[in-house]
């Protein structure tokens, strides 16, 4: 429940996994926190390498910092989360430090950030329950909650011509598929690595309730989602309802 931050069904919560690019909320906050959105980024060629999810950012070419939020946010370009975390950490190490000393002053005691983007390496682990304590923050914020919740959006790319800068406007689409699906459905993000699994943090309003699941490794993610979300409202309905998984019971 993200009023109250209860926790209404739970299981493994406090489990580190890879997170994947769930981590991504994480970088959001960061940036809107400490970066200033109508900065113009230069981008590197560390960025323009990274794989996965890519926006297609080249070295040389511009963007400003909040059109690579919106990409790192809605398309989960993993380019444009190196080309930001460069920008507002002065170095991919500088941005992973404010990544944990963010993640520690959030209470979020079981984690440990690597990287911007969340593709797999050692040391880079959340649980379910610090992923809540995340998303539950950083849906407070107005820009974050704007981006998470849009299906699509247009950033620009500024490209290096003859004389000046060309400008390429793309359009980024989401790959949340519970937008539009499921009543209500406001976020948040997905993620998948081969050692994550199918990850996702999925929020949903109705009234004056907001509901969080957060579920990491999970094939079933959208179903489960889905049920889970169903689970809380019914839940701040009638406290004493079922479970997810049909049985009674507290937890």
Not at 177 to 190: C, E, I, W
């Amino acid at each position: 429940d993200a009023n109250s931050g209860m926790v209404l069904f739970e299981r493994d919560p406090d489990a580190p996994r890879p997170p994947a690019s769930v981590t991504k909320i994480l970088t959001a906050l960061i940036v809107l926190e400490r970066g200033r959105l109508n900065d113009t980024v230069v981008v590197s060629q560390a960025a323009a390498q990274t794989g996965g999810h890519r926006l297609g950012l080249r070295a040389g070419q511009r963007i400003t910092l909040g059109d690579l939020l919106a990409a790192v946010l809605i398309r989960s370009a993993n380019d444009a989360a190196v080309a930001a975390a460069e920008h507002v950490g002065g170095s991919l190490a500088g941005f992973a430090a404010l990544m944990n000393e963010t993640a520690k002053d959030l209470g979020m005691a079981n984690s440990r950030f690597a990287n911007p983007h969340g593709l797999d390496e050692p040391f880079h682990f959340t649980t379910a329950r610090d992923m809540a304590t995340l998303t539950r923050v950083a849906l407070e914020n107005p820009r974050f909650a704007e981006l998470v919740r849009a299906r699509q959006a247009t950033v620009t790319i500024w490209k290096p011509g003859h004389r000046n800068l060309v400008p390429q406007n793309r359009i980024v689409l989401s790959h949340n598929r519970l937008l539009g699906q499921v009543a209500g459905a406001d976020g948040v993000k997905t993620g998948y690595t081969d050692s994550a699994g199918r990850c996702l943090v999925a929020s949903a309003s109705r009234g004056t309730h907001r509901m969080i699941a957060v579920l990491l490794n999970d094939p079933q993610r959208w179903t489960d989602a889905a049920a889970l979300l169903e689970y809380g409202f019914g839940s701040v309905r009638d406290a004493a309802g079922a479970r997810p998984d049909g049985q009674h019971g507290d937890h």
